[in-house]
């Protein structure tokens, strides 16, 4: 208490000032509409400036978190999305054979003019009855769940194979060969699993991915080496009206979701020899700066890969019996 006095005393002059102003800044504020006006709003923009620097270094420590939950809400919008993408409407229906006719309204009287290609009555109507049966069918033909993970390891510079390390693994259900996406297009393939981290190999390796061009147009696209930002896309009919721009998609021939984001088309070179076109993309990804991404497991894919499986070997076992000598 003693010392509380003696500071006082020792600064007395300093707090009577302010003490003082204070009562200034009260008077002025209650008796001058004008003045007080303007010293709330000084007041006001002051202590806002003051609010918004503590906001901002309050949200950056959050980002972290803020990453989280954004992370959890997109992947369980691409969890509700692909439950509604990947289905059919289909419908039974019988038919009988193509009836060919000639229209009765447009026919001439005189029957020598059906002889004449340009009579109207020329032109076969061809009439076909479908009859549906049963009620339609909602018929899903695929099925994903997605798996947020966070890139902690990634390599852009490999010769051949480049491997990116998530930390996720078996215990977070993760296999071999699933396909890994992120939000802006294709990341690559599931390679090695351990309990709690997965190697996955990028696009940026010697493995073919199935792209689809300008209206459903099939093409094989690989990495050649150059650069970790383009990829070729091969064997595309030479038909194909594609232009500098276009995006290519992925197929549902591959382990990936259909319609993901490959590559945007920047340059295109015709071979007319086996009549095909090669499209240099740029990918939709960045490599260098890949943060997080999804694992994406399909939940039909096991029972489409042992039915082509048991396919193969029932055709492969049929081909050797058929060579055997009788």
Same mark, same amino acid.
């Given at each position: $208490?003693?010392?509380?006095?003696?500071?006082?005393?020792?600064?007395?002059?300093?707090?009577?000032?302010?003490? *003082?102003?204070?009562?200034?800044?009260?008077?002025?504020?209650?008796?001058?509409?004008? &003045?007080?006006?303007?010293?709330?709003?000084?007041?006001?923009?002051?202590?806002?400036?003051?609010?918004?620097? &503590?906001?901002?270094?309050?949200?950056?420590?959050?980002?972290?978190?803020?990453?989280?939950?954004?992370?959890?809400?997109?992947?369980?919008?691409?969890?509700?999305?692909? &439950?509604?993408?990947?289905?059919?409407?289909? &419908?039974?229906?019988?038919?009988?054979?193509?009836?060919?006719?000639?229209?009765?309204?447009?026919?001439?009287?005189?029957?020598?003019?059906?002889?004449?290609?340009?009579?109207?009555?020329?032109?076969?109507?061809?009439?076909?009855? *479908?009859?549906?049966?049963?009620?339609?069918?909602?018929?899903?033909?695929?099925?994903?769940?997605?798996?947020?993970?966070?890139?902690?390891?990634?390599?852009?510079?490999?010769?051949?194979?480049?491997?990116?390390?998530?930390?996720?693994?078996?215990?977070?259900?993760?296999?071999?060969? $699933?396909?890994?996406?992120?939000?802006?297009?294709?990341?690559?393939?599931?390679?090695?699993?351990?309990?709690?981290?997965?190697?996955?190999?990028?696009?940026?390796?010697?493995?073919?991915?199935?792209?689809?061009?300008?209206?459903?147009?099939?093409?094989?696209?690989?990495?050649?080496?150059?650069?970790?930002?383009?990829?070729?896309?091969?064997?595309?009919?030479?038909?194909?009206?594609? @232009?500098?721009?276009?995006?290519?998609?992925?197929?549902?021939?591959?382990?990936?979701?259909?319609?993901?984001?490959?590559?945007?088309?920047?340059?295109?070179?015709?071979?007319?020899?086996?009549?095909?076109?090669?499209? @240099?993309?740029? *990918?939709?990804?960045?490599?260098?700066?890949?943060?997080?991404?999804?694992?994406?497991?399909?939940?039909?894919?096991?029972?489409?890969?042992?039915?082509?499986?048991?396919?193969?070997?029932?055709?492969?076992?049929?081909?050797?019996?058929?060579?055997?000598?009788?």
């Amino acid at each position: $208490m003693v010392k509380l006095i003696q500071l006082i005393r020792q600064y007395w002059n300093i707090i009577l000032f302010f003490l *003082l102003e204070f009562i200034c800044f009260r008077l002025i504020v209650n008796s001058n509409n004008i &003045q007080g006006s303007d010293l709330l709003n000084s007041s006001n923009a002051i202590a806002g400036f003051f609010y918004e620097k &503590q906001n901002d270094v309050v949200g950056y420590f959050q980002l972290k978190s803020a990453n989280k939950d954004l992370l959890a809400e997109n992947t369980r919008l691409h969890n509700e999305l692909s &439950q509604l993408k990947y289905t059919d409407t289909l &419908q039974n229906v019988t038919a009988k054979i193509p009836i060919v006719v000639f229209d009765s309204v447009k026919a001439p009287k005189d029957t020598t003019l059906l002889a004449k290609a340009d009579s109207p009555a020329a032109k076969p109507v061809i009439v076909q009855d *479908l009859r549906p049966y049963g009620n339609p069918k909602v018929v899903g033909y695929a099925s994903y769940s997605y798996i947020a993970a966070r890139v902690i390891n990634n390599s852009v510079v490999a010769d051949r194979n480049n491997f990116i390390t998530i930390n996720r693994g078996t215990a977070d259900g993760i296999e071999k060969d $699933m396909a890994v996406v992120s939000g802006e297009g294709i990341v690559g393939r599931v390679a090695y699993v351990s309990k709690h981290y997965a190697s996955v190999i990028s696009v940026l390796s010697s493995r073919n991915v199935s792209t689809q061009i300008a209206g459903g147009n099939i093409g094989i696209t690989n990495w050649s080496n150059n650069s970790p930002d383009f990829v070729t896309m091969s064997q595309v009919d030479i038909r194909t009206k594609v @232009r500098k721009g276009d995006t290519a998609y992925t197929t549902s021939y591959s382990v990936y979701p259909e319609n993901i984001p490959v590559g945007v088309v920047v340059s295109v070179d015709t071979y007319k020899v086996n009549n095909s076109l090669n499209l @240099r993309l740029r *990918l939709s990804n960045n490599f260098r700066n890949l943060k997080y991404v999804y694992v994406v497991k399909n939940l039909l894919g096991s029972e489409k890969r042992d039915l082509e499986k048991a396919t193969a070997a029932k055709e492969k076992a049929a081909l050797e019996a058929s060579k055997k000598p009788k």
